[in-house]
C-alpha cells in the first residue's frame, strides 16, 4: 500500500547550520508515528517540512506518491493538518468560528460556509468530546479545552495526516492521557495518520505504533517502541543513564531515570 | 566679557534722566543714547522714522522696514532674543515691547547693567504716543512732536469724515486657512473702527478666532477686507474663494478687499498708512490728500 | 453520533456567519448612516431647517439662495468627506489590526501618517494651494513612505510584522522631526495653516476631490473584503494561516499596500485625524464579533458615523469658532481607549 507521507533523503538548514540531513521515512495509513529527540534535534523542523511550510533544500517529499511541490497551498492543507505547539489568538473568536476555520481550504474566496462545512466541524467538535464547548470564547479555555479545539479545526480540513507539535507540554495528567487516547481513536476509527512530536517518553511508547529517535538532526534510530526505547539509544541520544522495563500494564517500554 | 559689562554697568552712577516705561520701571539715561537695540519691528519702524537709523545697532529678525534696517546686526527673533549677541553691542538702550519679549530676558539685560526700556501701545492712539515717547527718551523730542501732530492731524481729518456716515459691517480676515478674524481686543479692531467701520466679530472670547464660513455667511457683512502679507498669489486666490458666496453684501456689491499686513499689524507710523487705506475701502470717495 | 443528536445540535448552536447577516446588518449601518448625515445637514451655524433642505433637495428655492449655498456647497460636501475619511481610517484600522497582529495598530502606525504630514507641510510651506499642491504633495510624501517602510521592513522571509512595525516607528520620528523642524522656523500665517492641517481639517471639501476619493476608496474596500477570511485566518497566527492555506505574504503584502495608498491619499486632503482608526474597529469587535467578513462593513460604516458626528461637533460647540476634528476624536476616543485597556489589556498583552 502507498505510504500517505514519504520524505527523501529530506535535509534542511537555516543559513549554514543544517538542521536535518538524510531524513528517510515513510508513513502509512492509520499510523500513529511519534518522534522523540532532545531540544535541537529538529523535530519541529521536520514537522514544518511535512506540512510544506519550509522547504527543504535537499531531497523530496511525497505526498500520496504525489511531490509536494505539485500540489497548491489550499490543496495541501485538505492532506495534511497541524497543530502547533504554541496558539496566540489575537482577537476573540468563538470555538464554533475557529473550527471553521479548518474549513478554509474547502471554500471558494467569497463563499461563506454553508450546511456541509458547519456539518464537518460539529463532528470534529464532537470527536474530541468538545462539542458543548461550541459557544464559548477562545480566550475562557483551559489548556486542555483549548488543545482539544484546535484538534477538532485540524480535522474539520479533513486531512489524510495530523501533525501535532507537542500537544500535551502543558497539560494536566489527566489531559495528557486524554489527548493521547484521542489521537488513538482517531486513527483508528477514522484511518488517519498521525505525526506526533513529544518530550513525553513513557506516553508516546505507550500510544504510537512506531517511534523516530531524532539527534542532531539525524535519524538515530526508528521502529518499533521495543527497538527505539533502549537505554543505550537514550544514552546515547539524551546523555542520560536510565533504566527501561516495561509498563506492567500495557507491555509498552517504560523509561525511569537513574540515581 | 559680560562680567566686564556688568562691573561697568554697576560703576556708571546714576546721574541721568529718569523715564518711566509702560510697566512702571523707572530707566535711568545718560544723555542721549547712541547705541540702541530695538527687540521689534515696529519700534525699528518708529526709530527710523524719528530720523535715529543711524543709532540703532541691533534688530530683531523681522525687521524688514525702511530697507536700510535689514542691514542691521540681527539679534534673535520676536520670541527668541539672542541675550548674549545684545550684550555683545554694548548698547545704551534696548527697547521692546510687552508682547513676544520674555521678561526673563529683560533682568538678564539688566543684570549686564543695560537699560532696558519697555512700550506696550495697544491702539492707533496708543501708537502714535509711542512715538512721542520713544522721541522723548532719545532726546529728539522737538522732531517727535512735530511728527506726532501731523500723524494725528491725519486720524483727526478721518474721523471728520466719517462721522455723518453709518458704519458699514466689516469683516477682517488675518488668515487664511483656517479662516481666522479679530475680536476688539487688537489693534485691528481699533482700525475698523477709526475708519467708520463695525468689526463683525467684536465679541469673541478669543483674541484671534477660528472663524467657519457659515458664520460669515449668517453675519451678512458689507465689506470684506483680506489681510494680507504678499501681492496677488494666495491671497488673491482667497479673494476669488469669496466670489462664490454671492448671498454675502460684500461679495455682491463687489466689497472684497485685499490690504497690505504690514500696514496694520504694527503698531508703528505706517498704521496711518493703514488707517487711510482702509477708511478708503470701508468709504470709498473719502476726501484725503 | 448520531444524525438525530446531530440536527439536534444544528439546531440549538449559532449558525455561522452567513452571506445574509452580513448583508442585513450592513444595510442597517447603512441607514444609520443615512440618518446620521440627514441630522448633520441641519446642523450648523447658519440656521437652515429641515423643511428648507428638503426644498433645496427638491429644486423648489432660487440658486442665490444663502440656505441652498450653505447646504450645497459647505456642508453636504464637507459631511461626505467626513464619512469617506471615517469610512476609510476604520476600514484601515480593521486591516492593519489584522494583518500586524497588533490590537493597538491603527492605519499612521507604519509612518503614512507622516510621510503624507511632511509632504503636506512641504507644500503649505511652499505656498501651494489646497485644491492640487499640498495634496499631491501629501500623497507623494504618503508614496514615499510606504516604499521605504515596504523596502526596509521586508526581509529575506518575507514581511515580518514586527520588523515592518519598527520600520514604521522610525519613519514617524524621522518625519515628524523634520515637521517639527518647518513649525518652529516658520513664524507666519503658514504656522496656522500647519496647525490647523496637522489636527484634521475637513472644512475645505470640494466635490471635485470627492469625485477622486470616493471611487478610490469604493475600489479599494471591495479588494480588501475579499481578503476578509484572510485576515481572520492571520489573526489566529500567522503560521496558522500558512498552514490552513492561506498565502499570508501576498496577503500581507497586497492588503498592507492597498490600505497604505489609500492612507496617502484620505489623509492628503484631511489632515491627520486620530482615534477614528483605532477605536471604532474595536468598537465593531465588541459588538460584532472578529468575523472580518462582517467586521470590515460594519466598522468602515461605523467609522463614517463617528466622524460625521466628531465633525458635526467640531463646527457647532463652539460656534461660531470652530474647533479642529481632531480634537473631538480625541475627545470621544481616549477615554474610550483607556476603557479599553483596562477591560481587554490583559488579553492583549499575551504574546
Known amino acids: 500500500m502507498e505510504p500517505i507521507l514519504s520524505l527523501k533523503d529530506v535535509g534542511f538548514r537555516y543559513d549554514e547550520i543544517w538542521a536535518l540531513r538524510g531524513i528517510n521515512l515513510q508513513i502509512r495509513t492509520g499510523e500513529i508515528l511519534g518522534i522523540l529527540g532532545p531540544n535541537g534535534s529538529g523535530k519541529s523542523t521536520l514537522l514544518r517540512i511535512m506540512d510544506g511550510i519550509l522547504i527543504p533544500q535537499e531531497g523530496e517529499i511525497l505526498i500520496r506518491g504525489k511531490h509536494v511541490s505539485s500540489f497548491r497551498r489550499s490543496s495541501l492543507a485538505k492532506e495534511v493538518a497541524m497543530v502547533a505547539q504554541e496558539n496566540h489568538f489575537r482577537f476573540s473568536f468563538s470555538v464554533l468560528e475557529v473550527v471553521l476555520m479548518g474549513r478554509f481550504p474547502h471554500l471558494k474566496r467569497l463563499q461563506f460556509e454553508g450546511e456541509k462545512d458547519l456539518d464537518v466541524a460539529l463532528r470534529s467538535l464532537s470527536a474530541t468530546h468538545a462539542l458543548e464547548l461550541a459557544e464559548r470564547s477562545i480566550h475562557e479555555l483551559s489548556g486542555g479545552e483549548k488543545q482539544r479545539v484546535l484538534i477538532a479545526r485540524a480535522l474539520a480540513q479533513e486531512p489524510k495526516t495530523v501533525l501535532l507539535d507537542e500537544p500535551t507540554s502543558f497539560l494536566d495528567l489527566k489531559y495528557k492521557r ?82 | 566679557m559680560i562680567a566686564f559689562v556688568m562691573v561697568l554697568g554697576w560703576a556708571t552712577h546714576s546721574r541721568g534722566t529718569t523715564f518711566k516705561d509702560a510697566l512702571g520701571r523707572e530707566v535711568t539715561l545718560n544723555g542721549e543714547p547712541s547705541r540702541i537695540v530695538s527687540l521689534a519691528p515696529s519700534i525699528t519702524e518708529i526709530l527710523y522714522f524719528l530720523g535715529l537709523g543711524e543709532r540703532v545697532v541691533g534688530v530683531t529678525q523681522f525687521s524688514y522696514y525702511p530697507p536700510e534696517a535689514a ?114 481686543n487688537t489693534i485691528h479692531h481699533d482700525l475698523i473702527r477709526l475708519a467708520g467701520g463695525r468689526n463683525m466679530t467684536q465679541d469673541e472670547p478669543i483674541t484671534y478666532p477660528r472663524i467657519s464660513m457659515e458664520a460669515v455667511i449668517r453675519e451678512r457683512p458689507e465689506v470684506i477686507i483680506i489681510s494680507s502679507m504678499e501681492r496677488g498669489g494666495r491671497f488673491e486666490k482667497a479673494r476669488q474663494e469669496w466670489l462664490k458666496w454671492r448671498s454675502i453684501p460684500a461679495v455682491k456689491n463687489n466689497r472684497v478687499h485685499l490690504i497690505d499686513s504690514d500696514l496694520i499689524d504694527r503698531p508703528s507710523p505706517r498704521i496711518i498708512d493703514g488707517l487711510e487705506a482702509m477708511a478708503r475701502i470701508i468709504h470709498p470717495g473719502l476726501i484725503m490728500d | 453520533m448520531t444524525d438525530d443528536m446531530s440536527s439536534k445540535m444544528n439546531r440549538s448552536i449559532k449558525r455561522p456567519l452567513t452571506f445574509a447577516r452580513v448583508r442585513g446588518i450592513s444595510s442597517v449601518m447603512f441607514f444609520l448612516l443615512l440618518l446620521t448625515m440627514i441630522i448633520s445637514l441641519v446642523l450648523g451655524t447658519a440656521e437652515v431647517s429641515f423643511k428648507q433642505i428638503i426644498n433645496i433637495f427638491s429644486g423648489t428655492i432660487p440658486m442665490d439662495d444663502p440656505a441652498r449655498l450653505v447646504i450645497l456647497k459647505i456642508r453636504l460636501p464637507r459631511i461626505i468627506l467626513a464619512g469617506l475619511v471615517g469610512f476609510s481610517l476604520s476600514m484601515g484600522g480593521v486591516v492593519f489590526q489584522a494583518i500586524l497582529r497588533n490590537p493597538l495598530a491603527d492605519p499612521f502606525i507604519l509612518g503614512v501618517s507622516s510621510g503624507s504630514a511632511f509632504g503636506a507641510v512641504l507644500g503649505i510651506f511652499l505656498g501651494f494651494s489646497f485644491n492640487l499642491g499640498v495634496p499631491v504633495l501629501s500623497f507623494g510624501g504618503g ?29 514617524n520620528a524621522f518625519f515628524t522631526s523634520i515637521i517639527m ?22 472644512s475645505q471639501s470640494r466635490y471635485g476631490q470627492l469625485a477622486i476619493i470616493a471611487p478610490v476608496v469604493f475600489i479599494a474596500s471591495i479588494f480588501l473584503y475579499s481578503f476578509a477570511r484572510d485576515m481572520n485566518l492571520i489573526t489566529a497566527g500567522e503560521e496558522t494561516a500558512l498552514q490552513l492555506g492561506v498565502d499570508v505574504e501576498r496577503a500581507k503584502k497586497v492588503c498592507l499596500l492597498i490600505v497604505s495608498l489609500v492612507m496617502g491619499l484620505v489623509v492628503s486632503f484631511s489632515g491627520l485625524i486620530g482615534f477614528v482608526g483605532l477605536i471604532v474597529p474595536h468598537l465593531g469587535r465588541m459588538s ?10 460594519v466598522a468602515s460604516l461605523g467609522g463614517a458615523i463617528f466622524l460625521i458626528i466628531a465633525d458635526t461637533l467640531a463646527r457647532t460647540v463652539v460656534s461660531p469658532s470652530e474647533l479642529p476634528v481632531g480634537v473631538i476624536t480625541a475627545f470621544m476616543g481616549a477615554p474610550f481607549f483607556i476603557y479599553l485597556l483596562k477591560t481587554k489589556g490583559s488579553q492583549w498583552s499575551r504574546s
Open chain 1, 178 to 259: 486524554e489527548i493521547f487516547h484521542l489521537i488513538s481513536s482517531l486513527s483508528k476509527n477514522q484511518g488517519l495518520s498521525v505525526v506526533v512530536v513529544s518530550h513525553d517518553i513513557d506516553l508516546t511508547a505507550q500510544y504510537c505504533h512506531r517511534l523516530m529517535l531524532l539527534k542532531n538532526g539525524s535519524i538515530y534510530e526508528m521502529g518499533e517502541p521495543e527497538k527505539v526505547i533502549t537505554e543505550s539509544n537514550i544514552q546515547a541520544v539524551y546523555d542520560c543513564p536510565v533504566l527501561v522495563d516495561k509498563n506492567p500494564a500495557t507491555g509498552r517500554p517504560r523509561v525511569s531515570l537513574v540515581g
Open chain 2, 71 to 184: 542691514l542691521k546686526p540681527k539679534v534673535g527673533s520676536y520670541i527668541e532674543l539672542n541675550v548674549e549677541k545684545i550684550i555683545s553691542l554694548f548698547p545704551d538702550l534696548v527697547i521692546g515691547t510687552v508682547d513676544g519679549n520674555k521678561p526673563g530676558v529683560v533682568d538678564l539685560l539688566n543684570q549686564a547693567g543695560i537699560q532696558v526700556f519697555i512700550v506696550n501701545p495697544r491702539n492707533v492712539k496708543q501708537a502714535i504716543e509711542t512715538v512721542g515717547i520713544i522721541g522723548q527718551v532719545c532726546g529728539v523730542s522737538k522732531k517727535a512732536g512735530l511728527l506726532t501732530s501731523r500723524l494725528n492731524r491725519r486720524v483727526t481729518r478721518i474721523l471728520e469724515e466719517i462721522r455723518t456716515k453709518e458704519r458699514p459691517l466689516v469683516f477682517l480676515q488675518i488668515n487664511l486657512r483656517p479662516i481666522m478674524t479679530v475680536n476688539k
Open chain 3, 143 to 171: 508614496l514615499l513612505t510606504i516604499c521605504l517602510v515596504m523596502y526596509l521592513g521586508s526581509k529575506k522571509m518575507g514581511v515580518e510584522s514586527s520588523t515592518i512595525l519598527l520600520t514604521g516607528v522610525i519613519i
Open chain 3, 288 to 297: 460584532f464579533g472578529s468575523d472580518h467578513r462582517l467586521l470590515i462593513p
Open chain 3, 181 to 202: 523642524f518647518f513649525i518652529s522656523t516658520t513664524a507666519d500665517d503658514r504656522l496656522h495653516t500647519m496647525l490647523f492641517w496637522l489636527y484634521g481639517d475637513l
